[in-house]
């Protein structure tokens, strides 16, 4: 079938994005799904740092790829093989598939998938498929598929591990930030870190992953203590249930620390942050996804001196499949208000403009309805 996506064309273009065009939306051609896939077509789909650092170039991935990850759908059209999902359930597309059968599988979320992230590396789905194809100048072109889900479309296939069915009471807005910011976020606390009953968490970098992560961590009974140079998203923390608020320099100068920390800004300097503000005994978890040439410098002593963990958590630790339920229940229960992330919506031709505006620390979560 013909479908409308946006194709990120090339890696390297300068900002402003809206100058440069890296991305353009044209009509492609989608495949049936085979009989371990799914068609979806996409009702709701966040714009993240993950596609962002794609556009950048800071995350580099083969192109031309139809970019898009955290998203949700109501399926059309389910493979012979997918006997446990019907034409009209809605689903959270999850940009991280699992095989159920390979190491990392086994360790219960604390490690990727291989057979996932190898095909979220080469530009296909779980069965190494390419079902997105457009004309080229020597005929049919292959599009790469971004993290198995290639969500900025009014369509998508993708496998049936890429998928979380969620019931009809959830709405499209919420499904879709289930999938990556508050799996990352939100897993970054319940998977990673782990705090015990009461214990203070601290949130550094109030991106849409972060602001997940506070959420998640007030929905469970934690006080939260909310850092980011931005006083507007510190504002929103508040806002948003965060207990105390403070720039890097205010933490530092205080000398606050406490015993859970997430770092979600993906930034080194982000990372020394959160590290110091480590208390002794304490977890420092990063989620975020700096540059891969990026370096921070820390003192190993205090590891040993004061018994703390670095943990580094992709994905928030998460097993979707288990953890998206518990996020609808909290979300259900009135305790988990994932609306607060959204920004606002913007229109599939105006992604370049929403790149833009997302890079300059102004939004959280931009929605588009394809």
């Not at 602001?211 to 931005?230: E, K, T």
């Not at 420092?284 to 963990?309: N, Q």
Request: hydrophobic share 45%; glycine share 12%.
């Amino acid at each position: 079938m013909e479908i409308t996506a946006a194709v990120l064309e090339a890696c390297d273009r300068p900002r402003p994005f809206a100058a440069s065009r890296p991305l353009t939306v044209q009509e492609v051609s989608l495949d049936d799904p085979g009989p371990t896939e799914v068609r979806v077509r996409i009702e709701a789909a966040g714009i993240c740092h993950s596609d962002l650092s794609v556009v950048d170039g800071n995350r580099v991935r083969p192109t031309p790829m139809v970019l898009g990850h955290e998203a949700s759908g109501i399926v059309e059209v389910a493979g012979d093989a997918v006997d446990d999902l019907s034409p009209g359930d809605r689903v959270v597309l999850t940009f991280l598939p699992r095989c159920g059968a390979c190491a990392g599988c086994a360790t219960d979320g604390r490690l990727p998938c291989e057979r996932g992230s190898a095909a979220n590396a080469a530009g296909t789905l779980l069965g190494g498929e390419r079902r997105l194809h457009r004309a080229g100048p020597a005929g049919r072109q292959d599009l790469h598929h971004h993290l198995g889900a290639s969500a900025f479309a009014t369509h998508a296939v993708v496998d049936r591990a890429s998928v979380v069915p969620v019931d009809a009471d959830v709405p499209p807005d919420v499904a879709a930030l289930l999938g990556c910011a508050v799996l990352t976020g939100g897993g970054g606390v319940l998977n990673a870190a782990r705090p015990a009953p009461g214990e203070t968490v601290m949130v550094v970098g109030l991106g849409g992953v972060g602001m997940a992560a506070l959420l998640v961590a007030v929905a469970l009974g934690h006080p939260v203590i909310g850092v980011d140079a931005l006083p507007d998203k510190l504002g929103t923390a508040r806002q948003a249930g965060a207990a105390e608020t403070y720039t890097p320099e205010e933490l530092a100068a205080r000398g606050i620390r406490s015993p859970a920390v997430i770092e979600a800004a993906g930034h080194p300097r982000a990372f020394e942050t959160a590290f110091a503000a480590t208390a002794p005994g304490g977890t420092t978890v990063t989620v975020g996804l700096p540059r891969p040439d990026a370096t921070s410098t820390i003192a190993p002593l205090t590891l040993t001196a004061e018994a703390r963990t670095v943990v580094g958590s992709y994905l928030g630790s998460s097993v979707p499949s288990r953890d998206i339920p518990r996020y609808v229940d909290l979300w259900r229960a009135g305790r988990l208000p994932v609306e607060r992330l959204v920004s606002g919506e913007v229109a599939l031709a105006d992604v370049n403009e929403a790149m833009d505006a997302l890079a300059g620390g102004h939004v959280l979560r931009q929605l588009i309805h394809p």
